[in-house]
């Protein structure tokens, strides 16, 4: 078991095989590689997307079917192979790939997510890439479902 010590979480315990590996970083945090997802009792469905490198940088994000029951992976044969997928077909959400979107809040605005490029996490390897589909018909600014 490791630990890390989180600004918004305090001391975090988890084991080594379930860091979640960015090769490339993300969007405008490349130097960040390594995060864990973390669960808090109460605010499921949410997924705190937490970097191991800096104890302030956490990301809200939220499984894309949840946002949007019906959403339709649309992964580039690139961002296929980055991720070790098949590159004949798209990956099945939940079996093969996690499939988060990043919540952006903003004051005075009601909560969104971006489906436009969601963070698909390997489940076997779990390597990890923002896939961004201009081409999906998805939008950065989601609404979120009021049932949430």
């Keep these: 078991m490791e630990r890390f010590e989180s600004k918004h979480f305090g001391m975090i315990e988890f084991q080594p095989e379930t860091v979640i590996q960015f090769p490339a970083g993300l969007p405008g945090f490349e130097q960040e590689s390594r995060f864990v997802a973390l669960e808090q009792p109460g605010v499921k469905p949410i997924v705190f997307l937490h970097s191991l490198s800096?104890?302030?940088?956490?990301?809200?994000?939220?499984?894309?079917?949840?946002?949007?029951p019906d959403f339709r992976l649309r992964v580039p044969t690139e961002d296929l192979r980055t991720l070790e997928l098949a590159e004949?077909?798209?990956?099945?959400?939940?079996?093969?790939?996690?499939?988060?979107?990043?919540?952006?809040?903003?004051?005075?605005?009601?909560?969104?997510?971006?489906?436009?490029?969601?963070?698909?996490?390997?489940?076997?390897?779990?390597?990890?890439?923002?896939?961004?589909?201009?081409?999906?018909?998805?939008?950065?600014?989601?609404?979120?479902?009021?049932?949430?």
């Design 54 to 68: 800096r104890p302030d940088l956490c990301f809200i994000t939220l499984p894309a079917l949840v946002v949007e």
């Design 88 to 148: 004949d077909r798209q990956p099945q959400i939940g079996a093969e790939v996690a499939c988060l979107a990043v919540v952006s809040v903003a004051e005075g605005q009601a909560p969104t997510a971006n489906l436009l490029a969601p963070i698909l996490v390997n489940l076997r390897t779990r390597r990890a890439l923002q896939v961004i589909a201009p081409e999906s018909g998805y939008s950065h600014q989601h609404p979120l479902p009021v049932a949430l």
